[in-house]
């Protein structure tokens, strides 16, 4: 059973920056990846893949969020951080923390480990 907890999340204006942080604990495999998604507020609105480090340092970020999100993580690579800056209102949701010990979770086809997700609101 591997845990992920989250934390960091909290209100801020437009243009502020804020620091999400994820560990991963309670696993001897080695992590393939480990990343954030977020769920906006709005009905129907799906869960987003934000941003994603794997391995071997590589790193994945949604055009929304290029240039102004930065991922990294601890040299244990058990830890990640999510680096938000000049927030926008449309960045408000829910950001979910996951984490990878397979490939094929790693890749979508199997369910990664879930944190249970910080609030992350921007106000205009």
């Known amino acids: 059973q591997v845990q992920v907890v989250e934390s960091g999340g909290g209100l801020v204006e437009a243009g502020g920056s804020l620091r999400l942080s994820c560990v991963a604990s309670?696993?001897?495999?080695?992590?393939?990846?480990m990343g954030w998604y977020r769920q906006a507020p709005a009905p129907g609105k799906q869960r987003e893949l934000v941003a994603s480090i794997t391995s071997d340092g590589t790193t994945t970020y949604a055009d929304s969020v290029k240039g102004r999100f930065t991922i990294f993580r601890e040299n244990d690579k058990s830890t990640v951080y999510l680096q938000m800056n000049s927030l926008r209102p449309e960045d408000t949701a829910v950001y979910y923390c996951y984490t990878a010990i397979t490939v094929a979770q790693a890749k979508g086809d199997m369910t990664p480990w879930w944190g249970q997700g910080t609030q992350v609101t921007v106000s205009s």
């Open positions: 309670g696993t001897t495999f080695t992590i393939i990846a």
